[in-house]
């Protein structure tokens, strides 16, 4: 007898779990994925290898998929590869420009077109006083300590032209592709010794780095990749999650989506390359009230107006997944299925590595697993 349709999805859960087909080879290793996932690094960036099984598992050919914390757009350009209609929302300037260049790609002759019109801009640019006060700022030490004094003058007339977001398809991938290069512990890295997640404290010589010299080589790179006959060009808004209804012209199917892990922040350790995005002191105090990983300290009861968005912008019959991990992910994920289910059925939490998934409730509370996924039904 076929399943009837309330149970479709948990049968569909159930079987995720008995196969967590992720974390089989060559699904598990780290370095699994398309390329273009390396556009950017992105702390609390999703496994690629689990986005992509989440959509193909839940979701069909042609769905339309949301990922409302898009992050840089992991889940959303899985669903693209496999051709889903995929939309990412994220509240970081960074994250979107990143997520928007996965998903809408140019053409390699429009890139290399527009890196000669950038090159142009960035030699017909001169630099005012507010730009090197803009450099004064820093977390871990200053902007201008970062990078040699030629380097920190291309980096701030690249900055200033790429201010905003409103730019086309070839200039959104530049953006996010010196994003990237921005900081780092390699010879790509436009900065002095960093790291490439979290900009710390930069070490070594000031040595002059080449911005378009390093932009071309990535932009060259990223171009030589192969890409899906599937592949659908998906759409990332630089957006507040609670927006969402107002941006999309239909529910979609699916959303799936992984909420900012408890006590983790994504401006501070993103600083410098918020910096490039245009936020300056005021921002990292005050903009970033505007996010859950700041509001969800305070309650976790702001996840209430999340799922009241979830229930309002999907079809009845869609799964509504949220990965939870970090240390506390218990706590998180006790609080976020009781407020779930006030707008959505709950269908199971499927805990990684336990041989066990729970329908209304958490089993095994001592596991040491931090990577639980909450699986919910609009109905
Ligand atoms: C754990 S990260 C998601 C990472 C994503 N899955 C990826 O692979 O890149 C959570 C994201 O939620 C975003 N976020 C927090 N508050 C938001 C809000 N109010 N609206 C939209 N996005 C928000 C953060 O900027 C962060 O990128």
Not at 143 to 160: I, Q
Request: proline residues 7%.
């Amino acid at each position: 007898m076929l399943p009837d349709a309330e149970s479709t999805l948990e049968h569909t859960a159930s079987s995720f779990r008995s196969t967590l087909p992720h974390t089989e080879p060559p699904y598990r290793s780290r370095a699994w994925g398309h390329g273009l996932h390396s556009l950017s690094s992105y702390q609390g960036k999703l496994k690629p290898s689990l986005a992509h099984w989440l959509v193909r598992h839940f979701t069909d050919p042609g769905d339309r998929v949301l990922d409302p914390l898009g992050g840089v757009g992991t889940v959303a350009f899985e669903a693209s590869l496999l051709g889903r209609t995929a939309f990412s929302c994220d509240l970081s300037p960074f994250a979107s420009a990143v997520a928007r260049a996965k998903l809408d790609p140019p053409r390699c002759s429009e890139l290399m077109h527009e890196l000669d019109a950038f090159a142009e801009d960035l030699a017909s640019i001169s630099l005012r006083e507010s730009d090197y006060a803009a450099a004064e700022f820093g977390l871990n030490a200053r902007v201008r300590d970062y990078f040699h004094e030629e380097t920190l003058a291309e980096v701030l007339k690249a900055r200033r032209i790429l201010l905003g977001s409103d730019h086309s398809r070839p200039r959104n991938f530049i953006k996010a592709c010196l994003l990237h290069i921005l900081h780092g512990n390699r010879p790509y890295a436009l900065s002095r010794v960093s790291h490439p997640i979290t900009p710390f404290s930069p070490t070594g010589p000031f040595e002059y780095r080449s911005l378009m010299e390093r932009l071309r080589t990535r932009c060259e790179r990223l171009m030589s990749l192969q890409w899906p006959e599937e592949f659908v060009p998906g759409t990332s808004w630089h957006s507040d999650f609670r927006e969402i209804p107002n941006l999309l012209s239909e529910p979609v199917n699916a959303i799936i989506c992984s909420p900012p892990f408890p006590g983790m922040r994504f401006d501070r350790p993103n600083w410098l390359r918020m910096w490039f995005c245009g936020w300056m002191e005021n921002d990292f105090h005050e903009t970033s009230r505007g996010f859950l990983e700041r509001q969800q300290g305070r309650t976790f009861e702001v996840y209430s107006e999340f799922f009241q968005v979830c229930r309002d912008v999907s079809t009845i019959g869609s799964p509504v997944i949220l990965h939870v991990g970090g240390s506390k992910a218990y706590d998180m994920t006790e609080k976020l299925t009781a407020i779930g289910s006030r707008y959505l059925h709950h269908c199971s939490t499927i805990i990684e590595n336990v041989e066990n998934v729970e329908k209304h409730g958490i089993k095994d509370k001592g596991t040491t697993s931090e990577h639980i996924l909450l699986v919910f039904e609009r109905r």
